[in-house]
């Protein structure tokens, strides 16, 4: 082209999570059976949807408003029924008004940061969702700004870094929690949380919490809103039905902005945001329709609440079966809440030469090929284990963290099936370790 064309950023834009199946669907066109550990789709995985939610869906169907445009901001009787929800919560009280649909979470996150000053950074966690992280470098032109999640404290972050890193760069303008966390599974306590708007408050920062996993935290834990503990801060809080009904082909998410209007340049950004929406005219209509419907059912508290069992028993069983290979250099951070989980490689044991046996020789020959370039030492092992297994994780360093290991989920309906993989990616990781 006569001149560049291509944004400042663009190279930041990496999503590992689906980037690996490029691979993966080589491997089978050579012949591999392959295992997705690499996405959250618990459809995919084999859970069932109830059939009541599939009923309530069917009567949307019938009605001709659902096949129509709605409201930039979304359904309006869907906006009111969240915010009941909200205020039902006991912390800071919204209206409808403080209620935005989006095409699904993504979407939000790709209006959050692509109509934010460019010059306005937002510190973010180091493990993080890296649709958050490469957004915010994206945006920037620079690296993610981050605090860095503490795997010995069960991924608590260091206030004391957030704190100071807040206070002496004035570039960054917002704090950015997950919670609970992908990958980890973590679970950030009342404490954390409210300290960390305290300091967004003192310092004049906005606070955006992804909450899309706040309905699937486990009974050992307590389930906390960024609602409760926002005090005076702005905050937006990100919130969706793609993991807790579980509707991931929805595509529907919505924001809560808390204290919009107490900062008038935090308001010219919502509004700005809310702008951009009406470009697109409007968000899909028959999921916002079904919201009230579904999680409004008497029956969806009981639907919750065992699926939050259903995964906390996995991640015990998976914690057993990882345990014993915990003096090998291998060790799993058993989550609290969604249905993610971190296993940790002790980073002694790793050297640029490590593989997995690979019986298939052109397999082999491809992942020895993808490897012989410079690679994260947890990538190389991803490749291993697809080559070797047909298992599909993501590596640890793909969620802009320095930590080496891989995520991997808890979703596998089939209980002899899920015992299978784990077992397998733990036998490897002490093969790739020994090798």
């Known amino acids: 082209m006569r001149r560049g064309i291509v944004p400042v950023g663009a190279d930041s834009l990496s999503y590992e999570i689906r980037e690996i199946v490029i691979v993966a669907n080589e491997l089978k066109k050579m012949g591999l059976d392959l295992i997705y550990e690499n996405i959250g789709d618990p459809v995919a995985k084999g859970e069932k949807i109830e059939n009541w939610i599939k009923e309530e869906i069917k009567k949307l169907v019938e009605i001709d408003q659902s096949w129509a445009y709605c409201d930039t901001q979304g359904v309006l009787k869907t906006r009111e029924f969240i915010a009941e929800q909200t205020n039902a919560e006991g912390g800071i009280q919204i209206t409808p008004n403080d209620v935005y649909f989006f095409n699904g979470i993504g979407d939000a996150i790709a209006k959050i940061f692509g109509f934010l000053k460019r010059e306005a950074r937002v510190i973010g966690p180091s493990p993080a969702y890296s649709t958050h992280s490469s957004a915010e470098a994206a945006h920037s032109g620079y690296e993610h700004l981050t605090y860095l999640l503490n795997p010995d404290k069960d991924w608590e972050p260091d206030i004391n870094e957030i704190y100071n890193k807040a206070k002496y760069n004035d570039s960054i303008a917002g704090i950015l929690v997950i919670n609970p966390g992908n990958p980890t599974g973590a679970v ?56 807790e009904i579980p509707w991931p082909g929805s595509r529907c998410g919505w924001i809560e902005v808390y204290n919009g209007k107490k900062n008038k340049e935090f308001q010219k950004y919502i509004e700005t945001i809310l702008k951009a929406k009406r470009l697109e005219v409007c968000s899909t209509t028959l999921p916002q329709l079904s919201i009230p419907l579904i999680l409004g059912n008497p029956l969806y508290k009981e639907h919750l609440r065992k699926r939050a069992e259903k995964f906390a028993k996995r991640a015990e069983e998976a914690k057993e079966i990882f345990d014993k290979a915990l003096d090998k250099g291998v060790r799993l951070i058993k989550p609290k809440g969604a249905f993610y989980m971190t296993v940790l490689f002790d980073e002694k044991f790793l050297h640029p030469n490590q593989y997995i046996k690979i019986e298939n020789k052109d397999i082999r020959q491809r992942i020895e090929e993808l490897c012989s370039q410079k690679i994260e030492y947890d990538k190389r092992f991803v490749y291993y284990l697809m080559g070797s297994t047909g298992i599909v994780t993501v590596p640890l360093t793909s969620f802009y963290s320095k930590l080496k290991g891989i995520r991997i989920t808890l979703l596998e309906e089939d209980d002899e099936k899920r015992k299978y993989i784990y077992e397998t990616i733990r036998d490897k990781m002490v093969e790739y370790i020994n090798s």
Not at 188 to 201: D, G, M, P, Q, V
Not at 228 to 237: H, L, P, Q, Y
């Open 188 to 243: 950030i306590s009342r404490n954390i949380l409210k300290r960390i708007c305290e300091i967004a408050e003192e310092l004049d920062l906005f606070v955006i919490c992804d909450e899309i996993y706040s309905e699937i935290v486990y009974p050992d834990a307590e389930r906390v809103k960024l609602s409760t503990v926002i005090g005076n801060a702005c905050g937006i809080s990100l919130r969706g039905i793609s993991k």
